[in-house]
């Protein structure tokens, strides 16, 4: 009797539990944040000083500029330390209203127009001959360690060094010039004549960004394994229909990256400009980056407002970029 009295309170006590159905978790959220970081506290731990050291490097200065950006901040009314006495600031927020007033100009357009002819043109020729280049000291050829160190030279060369260097050349006088001169042909006004001072600027920034196009793809063409190559050619592909379907796709993964990098670089590309052509002449060579410059720190009085919202534009403008160059990456199978 006493075990068929223990049966039946266990069957009692399952429909019981059967008729409230399972258990339902009453863990609060901390309970379920502590379970999620628990198994990868070391890691947590570990990137923690970097988190925080970029929020305080870069987070800070981003939204201080997207507050400036929303008030008429400038060198006259913000505030200012005279001796021992405080001015304090008196600007005001204002909205949107610079946003409609660069975005409304037709200057901000020009200066957009040629910031992304600079772009195209210095990132498309970059990738084209630092992938021709690389092709070449893929092969087994005599001195092609001489080569290499040669070609990444300029990389390893502080940029406003070669910069200047590249001005002596371009100037009036410059060797450039003498060689013109020499063989009969006149004169260019390299840096002062608008076609000419945007070629310039264009070859600097081409001779800068080879190497780093030269070291990428050289990396990503040795990861081909050299049997496919072996097989096209006894199947009688020629060189052209091997570059084609071997070799573009073998590199398809990283080109898609570094032209990435190299778009969102170049569209920034401060030093090579303003040391070069100063944005002249009469600013026909100024990017959108070193116009945030000059409205901010070469204005007077100098607009602070007005260079940070050029500063946040400028951002959104290569968020957007990165987005829609990240999906169509996806739409072909490139996921990273």
């Avoid at 990132?123 to 690389?134: K, M, N, W």
């Avoid at 070449?136 to 005599?142: F, Q, S």
């Avoid at 001779?207 to 050619?233: C, D, H, N």
Wanted: aromatic share 14%.
């Amino acid at each position: 009797m006493a075990v068929d009295h223990s049966q039946s309170v266990a069957t009692a006590a399952g429909a019981e539990k059967g008729a409230r159905g399972p258990r339902r978790r009453t863990d609060t959220p901390p309970g379920r944040l502590r379970r999620a970081l628990a198994p990868h506290w070391y890691a947590w731990s570990m990137i923690a000083p970097v988190v925080v050291v970029i929020a305080g490097i870069i987070g800070y200065p981003l939204a201080r500029g997207v507050w400036l950006s929303l008030t008429n901040a400038n060198e006259a009314n913000v505030q200012r330390n005279l001796g021992a006495t405080t001015i304090e600031a008196t600007y005001e927020f204002v909205g949107l209203d610079n946003y409609i007033d660069v975005l409304t100009s037709s200057h901000f357009w020009d200066r957009l127009g040629w910031t992304t002819v600079w772009t195209v043109a210095c990132v498309a020729i970059t990738f084209t001959i630092g992938l021709t280049l690389a092709n070449m000291l893929n092969r087994k050829v005599t001195g092609r360690t001489a080569y290499r160190i040669a070609l990444i030279l300029p990389w390893g060369v502080p940029a406003f060094v070669s910069v200047f260097a590249w001005r002596l050349l371009f100037n009036g006088n410059g060797i450039f010039n003498s060689v013109l001169q020499g063989n009969g042909f006149e004169a260019i006004r390299w840096l002062e004549n608008p076609f000419w001072a945007k070629f310039s600027v264009i070859s600097v920034n081409v001779w800068l960004g080879v190497p780093f196009m030269l070291v990428a793809m050289l990396g990503a063409l040795q990861s081909i394994p050299e049997e496919q190559y072996e097989a096209a050619e006894m199947d009688g592909a020629g060189a052209w229909q091997r570059f084609w379907y071997i070799t573009l796709p073998g590199v398809r993964s990283v080109a898609s990256t570094v032209i990435l990098l190299s778009t969102i670089w170049t569209f920034n590309m401060f030093p090579v400009i303003f040391l070069l052509t100063q944005g002249g002449p009469y600013g026909t060579s100024e990017i959108l980056v070193t116009e945030a410059f000059r409205i901010g720190f070469t204005h007077s009085p100098r607009d602070f407002a007005g260079s940070a919202t050029w500063g946040v534009i400028i951002l959104l403008l290569l968020s957007v970029f990165a987005v829609i160059y990240r999906r169509s990456l996806r739409k072909q199978g490139e996921v990273w």
